[in-house]
């Protein structure tokens, strides 16, 4: 945790107040211990959703608010209420709802970080994912210690551990949690991933997940340079929502691709599930093969 904590002492400075996002599972209590310890003068604000799918969500709510109350942390709560009475929200919609929701709690307190409990771990499978599924330059790239938002930052700390890490930290610092039994159920994919791929490459490579992050960071390089092109480019193009396409097909095809997806992420902003290289093909075929009307 070494990285981790002195990557969080160059980042926090007195009376800064940060929200984190707290599900009362091992990640998330690790961090938030991590974060306690550092002997800063921060506020805290501690945001827990109850996603009213799971039956021991209850319990869990119960569990943080009698940590937070213990530890005389401020404590904010939501539980999202069903689709419809037979209907959950799918993955894709939950992510919009909770980060919207913790936007709110940062707005609320004035707050300059929101974090998350993300590990290296998270990256290896979030890589891999798209990588098998498909993806943009940016979603190649998984997730980012530092996402710059309007007017704060998502910030990572924990990129730089593993999940043995975590559960070796909280084992030796009688760091209390709850357990998500979904976490072991191979139903989902990113579990998969888990269970059976990642034993595999750190067998391979016990500190696999620094060379993921390593990779991650040199790609989203590549990506940030290739972004000053493209906006060159967009602020030319693309105003009002629309892109001018006149003499599209002579520009370099490389930034031809990167105009669509940057549109796309403009729209479908930090959805990266959701748009894929197939969507970016579809849109160029129509705008290279359309004609004029007679």
């Known amino acids: 945790m ?7 002492n160059s980042l926090l400075n007195e009376n800064d107040t940060i929200v984190i996002g707290l599900s009362g599972g091992p990640d998330s209590m ?10 800063k003068n921060i506020k805290i604000v501690c945001a827990h959703i109850n996603h009213n799918i799971r039956e021991e969500s209850k ?4 569990f943080i608010e009698d940590y937070c109350k213990t530890k005389k942390l401020t404590l904010e709560t939501t539980t999202f209420k069903k689709k419809s009475p037979n209907q959950d929200f799918n993955e894709l919609e939950l992510r919009e709802k909770r980060y919207s929701y913790f936007e709110s709690i940062i707005k609320k307190y004035n707050a300059k970080y929101l974090f998350t409990a993300h590990h290296g771990d998270d990256l290896i499978e979030t890589i891999l994912m798209r990588l098998t599924r498909g993806s943009t330059l940016k979603g ?3 997730f980012q210690t530092e996402t710059q938002k309007d007017g704060y930052k998502i910030i990572k700390p924990l990129i730089y551990a593993t999940k043995d890490d975590i559960d070796e930290y909280n084992k030796q610092n009688n760091i209390p949690s709850v357990t998500d039994n979904t976490n072991f159920k191979d139903v989902y994919t990113r579990n998969r991933y888990r269970h059976h791929i990642l034993p595999f490459l750190k ?3 016990s500190n696999i997940h620094l060379k993921y992050l390593k990779f991650s960071k040199e790609l989203n390089k590549y990506y940030e340079f290739v972004n000053i092109l493209v906006n060159k480019e967009l602020s030319q193009r693309y105003k009002n929502n ?3 396409i006149t003499n599209y097909n002579e520009l370099e095809q490389l930034l031809q691709i990167k105009i669509i997806e940057n549109v796309l ?3 479908y ?9 197939r969507h970016v093909d579809l849109i160029l075929n129509i705008i290279n093969n359309s004609r004029p009307n007679p």
Do not use: P, Q, W
Request: with cysteine.
């Open 242 to 244: 629309i892109l001018d």
């Open 30 to 39: 690790c961090l938030l211990n991590i974060i306690e310890s550092l002997n």
């Open 203 to 205: 067998k391979e490579n």
């Open 2 to 8: 070494k990285e981790t904590i002195a990557y969080l």
């Open 59 to 62: 319990e869990e709510l119960h």
């Open 140 to 142: 190649y790239s998984g």
């Open 265 to 267: 992420d403009s729209i």
């Open 269 to 277: 902003i930090d959805n990266l599930y959701l748009v894929t290289d």
